[in-house]
């Protein structure tokens, strides 16, 4: 069983490679970014209130989303027991603190954190082009920069959280898609024994 975190700025690439990582070890995907685009466009009441967070490229409450996670991890217990993969959680220390709470209750932990690393303006240009392609509300560029500052103030302590727990896989997340997951996949074969 493999929990892993895939950890980055907006636009590093979590959703991409998250699918890779899905495929090559059959993890369970928790991305709480599509669980609330989900809500968003069913019009759920959590979807009004996550909306008027995401579009000025704020972070929802971390109470709310840790009520999500609990409830997703909840509803696919089975499945979550084969290992799951975590994108776009945590994004707060409490958030991080809630997973350990969590995963602990539930007699699993974190096995490791892949921090996909890359320079700021490679992650303006990427989601910008995102924009243009998907329309996703949240992909201009004012709120693209809120978004990465929201990253740095609160996001990016993680790195360092992590690290003092031995589990941060630090990923140059800059050149093609295949040998960034190839760098992943290294960097995870020592815990996959
Ligand atoms: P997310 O959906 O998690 O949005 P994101 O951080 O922009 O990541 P995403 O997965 O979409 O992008 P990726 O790095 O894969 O969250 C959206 C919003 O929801 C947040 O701003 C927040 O408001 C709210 N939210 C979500 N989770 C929350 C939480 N835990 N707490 C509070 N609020 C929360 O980047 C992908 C882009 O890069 C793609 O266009 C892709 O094609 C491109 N790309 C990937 N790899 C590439 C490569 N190697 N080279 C070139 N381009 C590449």
Redo the contacts with the bound molecule.
Sequence with gaps: MLNLVIF???????????ERLISEYGLLHI???????DHIKRGTELGVT?RQ??D???????G??IDI?AQVLDDNKERACEGVIF??????IP?AQALERLLGERGTKVHAVVG?E?DEQ??ID??V??GK??G?S??NEA?IRK?LE??HNQTSPLREFYQERGLYKAIH?????D??FADIKRALAAIEA
Excluded: C, M, N
């Design positions: 980055g700025a907006p636009g590093s690439g979590k959703g991409t490679q998250s991305s709480t970014g599509d669980v609330l685009r996550a967070y995401i000025k490229g704020q972070l929802v409450p971390d709310l989303i996670l994108d776009g959680f945590p994004r707060t958030q996909l890359v490679e992650l990427r989601l082009k995102r392609e998907s996703r949240d992909d709120t978004r929201v990253y997340g800059v050149g093609t898609i040998d960034i």
